[in-house]
Each structure stands twice: as structure tokens, then as C-alpha cells.
T-cell receptor, first 115, second 111 residues
Framework: SAVISQKPSRDICQRGTSLTIQCQVDSQVTMMFWYRQQPGQSLTLIATANQGSEATYESGFVIDKFPISRPNLTFSTLTVSNMSPEDSSIYLC????????????FGPGTRLTVT | DAKTTQPTSMDCAEGRAANLPCNHSTISGNEYVYWYRQIHSQGPQYIIHGLKNNETNEMASLIITEDRKSSTLILPHATLRDTAVYYCIVRVASNAEKLTFGTGTRLTIIP
């Protein structure tokens, strides 16, 4: 399994501002994923980020709102732009395992509160 | 459309085996059954997966029925730290297939 860290672990932000969340992995991985978990809800995939290419966004998520960077094989960032209270969620990154069975390993998450 | 059906919640006494069921009656031949859990305030944790044979690892056992329409995750000796939401997910083992989380089963281990 991979060891994944996220920064910040939590933040309180004002509406209209932006927050960039960092995800660091202890080994090189091809694919990284970003999820959102709204209060009391299950996880929803935002986008898939491959190094060297544009992220692929799921229905309902757009690049202008959630720009993603993937500068190398161990790091990615997700920015939540022009935030509103509806963006208050836990944001998680994950990576695929290396055993060929496509399980995923998750970071601890970033708890965002927008006031 | 949901591919799996799980009970909303379950309780289990500490030290006993916790058996978490999952129905996946429309599973395709190339789809695996994956189990994850999410302990409060943490990211999801991969537990185990299987195709058609029963599987066991250091965390749990996975029993898949012969027709593959249902499965059971077994935590053999539940502890208080096993209290979590458990997700059963059916998907093709491919990076082209996303991981779709349902509502899961909230398992509470009772002291």
C-alpha cells in the first residue's frame, strides 16, 4: 500500500476565496484521484489526474471550479475556486495499488468549511 | 443505478465475528467485489477483493456465493476499532472503471 498525506488537514475559508489542497504520495504512481465527501454523504469522484495530461472530470465537476495539477508522479493539487458554503466537504485524494488489482488507497482527507 | 445493496446499519458484540452481507445480483462475469471501510474522520481503507473464490487476508475474509450474486465480509474477531462504514463495491478491475461508493453499512461494535 502507499502512504498518502494531504495538506491542509482542515481549513475554514470565506466565500469567494480559493483553497489549494496538496496530496503527496511516498512512491511514484500513474493515476491519482480526487473525491469529495459532503456532510453525511458517501464519496463522489471529482476527477482523475494522470501525470503529463489534463485531468479527466466527472459529470457535474468542471475545471474552472476544481483545477487540478499533476506536476510529477508523487504529487497533485486540487484547488477549490470561488468557494461557497455548498463546497464545505471533505476532499480526499487516492492512488491505485501496485498489485494489478486496481484497489485504491486514500489519504486522510482535507476538511473544508466555507463560511 | 446501484450495483450493490447493503443493510444500512448493523451491530456486533466485541470479540464476535461480524458478518456483513452484500447483494450484487446483476454482477457481470468480469466484475470483482471490493470492500472498503471508512472509520470516522479518516479516508476510506481498502480491505479485500475477490472474483469468485473465497479470499482471506490479515484483515478479513470474503465469501462469495457460487452464483456470485451476493457476498459476505467477515471480520473474525471484531474490536471497537472496527466500528466504521463498510462499502461493498462491484467493478471491473481496470483503471478505466471508476470506484463508485454507495451508502454502505454502518457497523457498530458493542463493548
Amino acid at each position: 500500500s502507499a502512504v498518502i498525506s494531504q495538506k491542509p488537514s482542515r481549513d475554514i475559508c470565506q466565500r469567494g476565496t480559493s483553497l489549494t489542497i496538496q496530496c503527496q504520495v511516498d512512491s511514484q504512481v500513474t493515476m491519482m484521484f480526487w473525491y469529495r465527501q459532503q456532510p453525511g454523504q458517501s464519496l463522489t469522484l471529482i476527477a482523475t489526474a494522470n501525470q503529463g495530461s489534463e485531468a479527466t472530470y466527472e459529470s457535474g465537476f468542471v475545471i474552472d471550479k476544481f483545477p487540478i495539477s499533476r506536476p510529477n508522479l508523487t504529487f497533485s493539487t486540487l484547488t477549490v475556486s470561488n468557494m461557497s458554503p455548498e463546497d464545505s466537504s471533505i476532499y480526499l485524494c487516492s492512488v491505485e495499488g501496485r498489485d494489478g488489482f486496481y484497489e485504491q488507497y486514500f489519504g486522510p482527507g482535507t476538511r473544508l468549511t466555507v463560511t | 443505478d446501484a450495483k450493490t445493496t447493503q443493510p444500512t446499519s448493523m451491530d456486533c458484540a466485541e470479540g464476535r465475528a461480524a458478518n456483513l452481507p452484500c447483494n450484487h445480483s446483476t454482477i457481470s462475469g468480469n466484475e470483482y467485489v471490493y470492500w472498503y471501510r471508512q472509520i470516522h474522520s479518516q479516508g476510506p481503507q481498502y480491505i479485500i477483493h475477490g472474483l469468485k473464490n473465497n479470499e482471506t487476508n490479515e484483515m478479513a475474509s470474503l465469501i462469495i456465493t457460487e452464483d456470485r450474486k451476493s457476498s459476505t465480509l467477515i471480520l473474525p474477531h471484531a474490536t471497537l476499532r472496527d466500528t466504521a462504514v463498510y462499502y461493498c463495491i462491484v467493478r471491473v478491475a481496470s483503471n478505466a472503471e471508476k470506484l463508485t461508493f454507495g451508502t454502505g453499512t454502518r457497523l457498530t461494535i458493542i463493548p
